[in-house]
C-alpha cells in the first residue's frame, strides 16, 4: 500500500478492482465513505458480483473474471487518446512510455468489451470519472490477483496510476488492502520461499548480509545445505506444496517431500483440495502449530499427524505491520490457557532440540523485543530501522495525539511523527513515510522518489530504444543535494551499499544530505525480467471463450516454476467450456475468516453464517430446474465434486457461480466432524470450495487461480 487507510479520505474518486471491502476490510469503510461525503468522490467498483460495497458505489463495473487487464489496459488507452495523460509526470518519472503506449493502443473500448462483458460506452465513462477527479486512490484485491496472469493485472493497476500523475500524491496512490492483520509483517520477513527476509533475495550477497546480522558464521549455513547449489534456489510455495509430496508434475528436487510444518494456515485454503488431501495422508510427518485443531485435522486420515496448540495473539506481545506500513506493538491479555504455548516458545523449544539454538539464538535474549531489534538491524532494503521496541510502544502509548487526516502526531511525546512509523523510517530520528514516492517533502521529513533498482539506462527489446532510468533533472525531494535523479548510495563504507551495511552510516549520509539511500529513478512500465514485459491479456487456463483462446493464449508450460513443472498451455482447452459451462469465482464474506478454523469455532458467528454455499442467478437456477434453497452439485474439471446449498441472488450473473471459501469439515458429501479431536469440532462444518477450484497459477508468483476457473452445476 503507498499511502494508508486514512489518507483515502483524500481522494477524490476511488476505484476498487476486485476487492470487496465492505466485507473484507469493514473498517476502511470510515475512510472510503468519508471521501465519498465530504469530497463528493466517486465510487468505482469493478467486480462480477453485485458486491456489498457496489453497493455503495456511484458505478458499478460489471467484470468477466480474469479479464482485469483487458480492461485497465483500456482506460489507459481511453486516458491517453483524450490527451487526459499526466504529461509532465510521465516525462520526469516515468520510463517505458512509448512502448507500453504502443500495447495499450490495441485495447479499444470495443476490444475491452468483448473481453470483459462491460460495455464500450462505460469503459470511455469510467476514464473520463478518474481523469475528471483527480487524485484517484486505486484499490485492488485478491479478484486481481488471483490468476495466472495475476502478476501482469497488477503492474497494469500501476501503470494506471502513473499515467494518471495519481503517484506519491495525498488521496491517490495503489492502496492494497491486506489480508490478516500482520500479513505485510509477514511479507516483510519473507515467509516465502524465494527470499530471505526483506526482500533480499537468495543469491550469496543476501545470506551473507543475513548471517552477518544472525552473527552466524556464512559457511556454517552453507554446510547445513546438501549442496550450494538449493542455497540459491526457489523452494516450493505454498500453493503447490502437495506436488513435492505426489509428484504428479515433474519437480526439480532431489528428493520427496516427507514432513510438512503447517503453522497458522488451514489447508482447505490451498486450491486443488483434493490432491493436498492426498499428499496430507502420504505424508511420514504432519505437524499443525495452530489454536485450533484446523481442517486439517479432519480431513487427514493417516496417523502421522500431530498437533501443536499454539496460543492466540492475546495470549503474546510483539511487533506488527499494517496494511498501511505501521509497525504496532501488541500486547499480551492473558497468559496462554489450556496447555498452549506461544508460538516464539514452540520455535524455540524446536530449534533447541533440533540443535541450531547457539547460533541462531545469540542475540535474542528478551524476548519478543530482540526479534523486532534484529529486525531494525538487518532489514535495511525497506527500512525497518527506525521502529525500535521503545518507539513502537511510545507511539501506541500515545495514541490519542495522532491527527486522524495526516497520521501525524500534533505536539506530544511523539510530535510531528507518523503513527506507527510506516516504513521506510530510516533512523532512529526519522518520523517514517506516509506516502511512498512523494517528492513535495524532504527525506528526512518522510518524503521519498521512485527508486533506483534496475540500472541507470536500459535498452528496451521490444523497440531497441535507450531510455535513461534516472529521474529528470530538476525532479527531487527538496532539500536533495542533486536536483535530478541519482543512483544508489554505495562504498561509503567500503565494500557495502546502503542494504548491506550495517553501521547504517551510508543511510545517515544519504539522509544527511537531502537524498534517498536507494537513489532517485523513474517507475517502469517495461519489466524486462518478465515473458509480458508489458502487461497483456491473456485468456484464463480454464476460459469460457473458445475464440479468445485463440486470440489471447496462456504461456508457454514453465519447467522448474518454484520446483514444480507448471502446465500453462498444455492445460488450455477450449474444448473444456462445453462440459463445464460455468465460470466458478470465489472468495470472503464478512462472518467468516480464511479457512474457518477460528470463526467456524464461534458460537455467535456460526449461528450467523452457518452454511456452505453457492450463489446462483435465478435466470440460471431457473433453467436448470434448481429452486432457490435446494441442494447441488458443483463440478470441476479436475473431479472436484461438492454438494452445497443454491443460494438464488442476482449478485452473480447467470454464467458466474460464486462461492465462499470458508468452509471445511465435509467431502462429497459427508461430514468429517467425527475426525476432529473429542470436543474440538467447530460448530460449523461445510464443504470446501476448494476442491472445485480448478488448476493454474501465476506465471511469476505461482499464486492460486481461485477466482477464474470453470465449472459444471446441477441439482443433488
Ligand atoms: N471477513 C473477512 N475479512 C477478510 C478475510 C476473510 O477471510 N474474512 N480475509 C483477509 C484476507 S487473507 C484477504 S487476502 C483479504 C481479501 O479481500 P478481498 O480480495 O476484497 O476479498 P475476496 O472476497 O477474496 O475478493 C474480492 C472480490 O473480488 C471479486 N472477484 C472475483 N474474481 C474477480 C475478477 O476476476 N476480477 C475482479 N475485478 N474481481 C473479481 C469477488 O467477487 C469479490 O467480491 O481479505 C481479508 N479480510
Ligand atoms: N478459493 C479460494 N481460496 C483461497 C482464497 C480465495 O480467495 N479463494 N484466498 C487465499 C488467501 S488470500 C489467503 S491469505 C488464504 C488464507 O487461508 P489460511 O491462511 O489457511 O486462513 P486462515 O484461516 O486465516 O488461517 C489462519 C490459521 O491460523 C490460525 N491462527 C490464528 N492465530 C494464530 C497464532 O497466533 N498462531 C498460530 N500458530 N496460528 C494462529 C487460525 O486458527 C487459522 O487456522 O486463503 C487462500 N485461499
Ligand atoms: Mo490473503
Given amino acids: 500500500m503507498t499511502n494508508s487507510l486514512n489518507d483515502i479520505r483524500h481522494a477524490k474518486s476511488m476505484i476498487f478492482i476486485g476487492s470487496n471491502a465492505t466485507e473484507a476490510h469493514p473498517v476502511s469503510l470510515q475512510h472510503i465513505l468519508h471521501a465519498k461525503e465530504v469530497n463528493n468522490a466517486p465510487i468505482i467498483v469493478v467486480d462480477p458480483r453485485f458486491t456489498k460495497l457496489a453497493a455503495k458505489s456511484d458505478e458499478f463495473v460489471r467484470i468477466r473474471p480474469g479479464s482485469d487487464c483487458a480492461f485497465i489496459m483500456g482506460l489507459i488507452n481511453e486516458v491517453i487518446i483524450n490527451g487526459w495523460e499526466d504529461k509532465q509526470f510521465i516525462k520526469t518519472?516515468?520510463?517505458?512510455?512509448?512502448?507500453?503506449?504502443?500495447?495499450?493502443?490495441?485495447?479499444t473500448p470495443e476490444v475491452v468489451e468483448d473481453i470483459t462483458g462491460i460495455p464500450a460506452a462505460q469503459t470511455r465513462k469510467v476514464a473520463k470519472m478518474l481523469a475528471m477527479n483527480r487524485p484517484t486512490s486505486l484499490t485492488w484485491c485478491m479478484g486481481g490477483t488471483q490468476h495466472h496472469i495475476g502478476s501482469s493485472i497488477t503492474r497494469a493497476f500501476c501503470i494506471l496510476q502513473l499515467v494518471l500523475g495519481n503517484m506519491g500524491k495525498?488521496?491517490?496512490?495503489?492502496?492494497?488492502?491486506?489480508?490478516h492483520d500482520n500479513v505485510q509483517g509477514a511479507t516483510d520477513m519473507c515467509v516465502l520461499s524465494h527470499s530471505l527476509p526483506a526482500y533480499y533475495g537468495l543469491s550469496d550477497g543476501a545470506w551473507q548480509h543475513w548471517c552477518r546480522v544472525w552473527d552466524v558464521d556464512y559457511d556454517y549455513i552453507v554446510s547445513r545445505f546438501k549442496d550450494k547449489e538449493w542455497m540459491n534456489a526457489n523452494g516450493f510455495t505454498l500453493a503447490r506444496w502437495?506436488?513435492?509430496?505426489?509428484?504428479?508434475?515433474?519437480?526439480?528436487?532431489?528428493?520427496?517431500?516427507?514432513?510438512?510444518?503447517?503453522?497458522?494456515?488451514?489447508?482447505?485454503?490451498?486450491?486443488?483440495?483434493?490432491?493436498?488431501k492426498e499428499a496430507m495422508d502420504k505424508l511420514d510427518l504432519l505437524v499443525v502449530v495452530d489454536p485450533f485443531p484446523t481442517a486439517t485435522a479432519a480431513a487427514?486420515?493417516?496417523?502421522?499427524?500431530?498437533?501443536?496448540?499454539?496460543?492466540?495473539?492475546?495470549e503474546t506481545s510483539g511487533s506488527v505491520t499494517s496494511t498501511s506500513r505501521q509497525i504496532q506493538w501488541r500486547y499480551k491479555i492473558v497468559d496462554p490457557i489450556g496447555g498452549c504455548k506461544d508460538d516464539y516458545t514452540i520455535m524455540q523449544e524446536l530449534v533447541n532440540r533440533l540443535g541450531f539454538a547457539d547460533e541462531f539464538y545469540k542475540n535474542i535474549k528478551e524476548v519478543p523485543e530482540d526479534i523486532t531489534r534484529e529486525i531494525n538491524k538487518g532489514a535495511l532494503t525497506i527500512g525497518y530501522n527506525g521502529q525500535s521496541p521503545e518507539r513502537i510502544k511510545k507511539h501506541m502509548e500515545n495514541w490519542h495525539t495522532f491527527d486522524i487526516e495526516t497520521l501525524q502526531a500534533v505536539g506530544g511525546p511523539c510530535d510531528g511523527e507518523y503513527y506507527g512509523m510506516p516504513w521506510p523510517c530510516w533512523t532512529d530520528e526519522h518520523p517514517g513515510t506516509p506516502i511512498l514516492y512523494d517528492i513535495s517533502k524532504s527525506v528526512a521529513e518522510g518524503g521519498l522518489p521512485f527508486r533506483n533498482r534496475f540500472g541507470d539506462v536500459a535498452t528496451y527489446v521490444m523497440s531497441g530504444r535507450e531510455e535513461i532510468q534516472l529521474a529528470e533533472k530538476g525532479v527531487c525531494n527538496p532539500g536533495s543535494e542533486v536536483e535530478g535523479g541519482y543512483p544508489e548510495f554505495?562504498?561509503?563504507?567500503?565494500?557495502?551499499?546502503?542494504k548491506t551495511d550495517l553501521s547504517q552510516e551510508t543511510i545517515k549520509e544519504a539522509i544527511g544530505r537531502g537524498m534517498a539511500p536507494f537513489g532517485n529513478a523513474r517507475a517502469r512500465c517495461v519489466v524486462w525480467s518478465f515473458p509480458d514485459q508489458?502487461?497483456?491479456?491473456?485468456?484464463?487456463?480454464?476460459?469460457?471463450?473458445?475464440?479468445?483462446?485463440?486470440?489471447?493464449?496462456?504461456?508457454?508450460?514453465k519447467p522448474n516454476h518454484y520446483r514444480v513443472f507448471t502446465k500453462y498451455k498444455s492445460e488450455q482447452n477450449p474444448e473444456l467450456v462445453k462440459s463445464f459451462p460455468y465460470v466458478l469465482t470465489t472468495g470472503r464474506m464478512v462472518e467468516h475468516m480464511g479457512g474457518g478454523a477460528e470463526t467456524r469455532s464461534n458460537k455467535y458467528l456460526s449461528e450467523l453464517q452457518p452454511e456452505m454455499y453457492a450463489e446462483i442467478n435465478p435466470r440460471l437456477g431457473n433453467n436448470l430446474g434448481i429452486r432457490d434453497?435446494?441442494?447441488?452439485?458443483?463440478?470441476?474439471?479436475?473431479?472436484?465434486?461438492i454438494k452445497v446449498k443454491a443460494f438464488f441472488t442476482e449478485r452473480v450473473?447467470?454464467?458466474?457461480?460464486?462461492?465462499?471459501?470458508?468452509?471445511?469439515?465435509?467431502?462429497?458429501?459427508?461430514?468429517?466432524?467425527?475426525?476432529?479431536?473429542e470436543g474440538h469440532a467447530p460448530y460449523v462444518v461445510g464443504e470446501s470450495a476448494n476442491v472445485c477450484t480448478n488448476y493454474g497459477y501465476d506465471i511469476i508468483t505461482q499464486i492460486q487461480a481461485t477466482k477464474d476457473g470453470l465449472c459444471n452445476v446441477s441439482r443433488a
Fill in 653 to 677: 450473473d447467470d454464467k458466474t457461480i460464486f462461492m465462499p471459501f470458508h468452509f471445511g469439515g465435509m467431502l462429497a458429501g459427508k461430514s468429517l466432524a467425527g475426525n476432529y479431536p
Fill in 534 to 557: 508489458i502487461p497483456i491479456h491473456r485468456e484464463p487456463l480454464h476460459s469460457p471463450r473458445p475464440d479468445l483462446i485463440e486470440k489471447y493464449p496462456t504461456y508457454e508450460d
Fill in 93 to 107: 518519472r516515468v520510463s517505458g512510455y512509448p512502448e507500453m503506449k504502443e500495447v495499450a493502443a490495441h485495447y
Fill in 170 to 179: 495525498s488521496g491517490g496512490g495503489t492502496n492494497i488492502f491486506r489480508g
Fill in 242 to 276: 502437495y506436488e513435492g509430496v505426489l509428484q504428479n508434475d515433474e519437480i526439480t528436487q532431489y528428493t520427496p517431500i516427507k514432513a510438512l510444518f503447517q503453522w497458522g494456515i488451514g489447508l482447505n485454503s490451498n486450491s486443488q483440495f483434493a490432491k493436498v
Fill in 629 to 641: 434453497g435446494e441442494m447441488v452439485w458443483i463440478e470441476s474439471p479436475e473431479g472436484g465434486k
Fill in 490 to 498: 554505495k562504498d561509503v563504507v567500503p565494500g557495502t551499499n546502503w
Fill in 300 to 314: 487427514c486420515e493417516s496417523d502421522n499427524i500431530y498437533l501443536l496448540p499454539s496460543a492466540s495473539q492475546y
